[in-house]
């Protein structure tokens, strides 16, 4: 399933970097240590849910191609 978006909330990231350890591929952390999608199709749709319910602040917001609120 495509994502219609992938997004960080800036004020809840922590910088835990869990993100980035399960799908490296489309997220890093940006020079003030808060995660960034850097590639939004990196990884599979599977990997890509697991990395953003891994985040400790629940900061990763995905949104399917209709709309739903897949996460968190």
């Given amino acids: 399933m495509p994502f219609k978006s992938i997004t960080v909330d800036r004020e809840k990231c922590i910088s835990a970097a869990t993100c980035v350890a399960v799908a490296p591929e489309v997220f890093e952390l940006d020079g003030e240590g808060k995660a960034v999608v850097k590639n939004a199709t990196g990884n599979d749709d ?7 319910k891994s985040c400790p602040t629940q900061a990763i917001i995905v ?5 739903k609120q897949l996460v968190p």
């Fill in 63 to 67: 949104i399917s191609e209709d709309g």
């Fill in 46 to 52: 599977a990997t890509i849910i697991e990395a953003a």
